[in-house]
C-alpha cells in the first residue's frame, strides 16, 4: 500500500503489542515515542500507513488483530506526539498490515494522500457493495451481518482477508479503531471472515484500510478479498 504523494516513513522496533495488553503494551508505547520522529503539520498529514511485522505464529494468533495492534500507534503518534494536528477525528484514512518477519516492529508512514491497493495480491473478491442501513454499535447486532450474508460470494474459509471499510461520513471518526464505529463493523464481518456472534475471526484480517469522505454514495463502501 503505497500513497501518491511520498510520505515520512521510519520503524519502530520492539514487540508490536495490540490494545489493552499490559505491561506489554507500555513498553511497545514506550518503545514508538523513543524511535518515533516529530510531526510535520504544515503538508497535512493525515494518512496513517502501518505496517506491522510479527514473528512466528504471532501473525495468526488472537492477539494479532489489525485494529487492536493500530489502537496504541494512533495514541502514542496522534494523542502523544501531536501527528493529524493531535486529533484523531483529523485522520482520513489509515491502511494497515502485517506480515511475519524475524525482526519484529512496525513501519509506519504519514502521508497527505491516500493509499492505494496496488501492491496487494488479492485472489478471490468475496464481497464488494455499499451497506446504506444503521451501522451496528456491537458485535452481535444481526442487521449488518445479514446483510454481510446476502451479499457476500462466499466465506473466507480460513484464508487471510484484505478489508476495505470506505465511510462517506466525513465526521467519522476513524482514530478510535479499537472503539469507534469501525469497530463493530469488522466484528460483524463474521460471516464472510469466520467465527460467530461477539467472536468473529478478525484476526484473518491481514490487510485492512479504513477511509472517509469521498464516497459517491451515502453509507460505507465494505470490500472483502482473500490476500496472499
Not at 489493552?20 to 508505547?29: F, H, L, Q, S, V
Not at 457493495?129 to 451496528?136: A, C, E, N, R, V
Amino acid at each position: 500500500m503505497t500513497a501518491s504523494v511520498a510520505p515520512h516513513r521510519w520503524f519502530v522496533s520492539g514487540r508490536p503489542t495490540p490494545f489493552a495488553g499490559g505491561e506489554n503494551e507500555r513498553n511497545w508505547k514506550l518503545a514508538l515515542r523513543e524511535q518515533s520522529v516529530a510531526p510535520i503539520d504544515e503538508q497535512g498529514q493525515t494518512h496513517l500507513e502501518v505496517r506491522f511485522a510479527l514473528a512466528g505464529a504471532r501473525i495468526s494468533q488472537s492477539g494479532s488483530d489489525l485494529d487492536n495492534l493500530i489502537e496504541p500507534v494512533v495514541s502514542v503518534l496522534v494523542n502523544g506526539l501531536g501527528w493529524a494536528g493531535g486529533r484523531r477525528p483529523n485522520l482520513q484514512e489509515i491502511a494497515a498490515g502485517k506480515r511475519s518477519a524475524d525482526i519484529e516492529g512496525v513501519q509506519i508512514a504519514f502521508g497527505a494522500a491516500a493509499a492505494t491497493w496496488s501492491s496487494l495480491l488479492l485472489d478471490e473478491v468475496l464481497l464488494d457493495d455499499i451497506y446504506g442501513g444503521p451501522l451496528p454499535r456491537s458485535a452481535t447486532e444481526p442487521e449488518f451481518a445479514e446483510w454481510v450474508v446476502s451479499h457476500m460470494v462466499g466465506p473466507l474459509n480460513g484464508r487471510p482477508a484484505a478489508v476495505r471499510l470506505w465511510f462517506s461520513d466525513s465526521a467519522t471518526n476513524l482514530g478510535e479503531i479499537a472503539t469507534g464505529r469501525s469497530k463493530p463493523l469488522i466484528d460483524c464481518l463474521w460471516p464472510v471472515l469466520g467465527g460467530r456472534p461477539g467472536a468473529p475471526d478478525d484476526w484473518r484480517i491481514q490487510d485492512l484500510v479504513v477511509r472517509k469522505s469521498g464516497l459517491n454514495h451515502s453509507g460505507v463502501a465494505v470490500f472483502v478479498a482473500t490476500a496472499r
